[in-house]
């Protein structure tokens, strides 16, 4: 299975607004992908609610998991995202 271990440049971590971004992104992927710490998970990365529930700060690491067609470019663009200070992102816009 396919993995990707990223930090998250997030100011605010995954928490509200970078969290709703990612999960709607990761929704939108063609497998189903999954996200871990090292504490906790893996919970799908599609649920809000469950990456609230990892309480992901800025600069931690997760790793993300997807498997079958479209797996390895899914988890590209996700760890690109998290790679990414959401919070700058959509305050710039």
Same mark, same amino acid.
């Given at each position: 299975?396919?993995?990707?271990?990223?930090?998250?440049?997030?100011?605010?971590?995954?928490?509200?607004?970078?969290?709703?971004?990612?999960?709607?992104?990761?929704?939108?992927?063609?497998?189903? +992908? #999954?996200?871990?710490?090292?504490?906790? &998970?893996?919970?799908? =990365?599609?649920?809000? $609610?469950?990456? %609230?529930?990892?309480?992901?700060?800025?600069?931690?690491? +997760? #790793?993300?998991?997807?498997?079958?067609? &479209?797996?390895?470019? =899914?988890?590209?663009? $996700?760890?690109? %995202?998290?790679?990414?200070?959401?919070?700058?992102?959509?305050?710039?816009?």
């Amino acid at each position: 299975m396919p993995a990707r271990t990223v930090k998250v440049a997030s100011t605010s971590g995954l928490h509200a607004r970078p969290a709703a971004i990612f999960s709607q992104s990761a929704s939108e992927q063609p497998v189903a +992908v #999954t996200i871990e710490t090292a504490d906790a &998970g893996p919970v799908k =990365a599609s649920s809000i $609610l469950m990456l %609230l529930t990892l309480n992901v700060d800025h600069g931690d690491e +997760v #790793t993300l998991r997807a498997e079958g067609e &479209g797996a390895e470019e =899914a988890l590209e663009t $996700l760890a690109s %995202l998290l790679e990414t200070n959401l919070d700058k992102e959509f305050r710039d816009r």
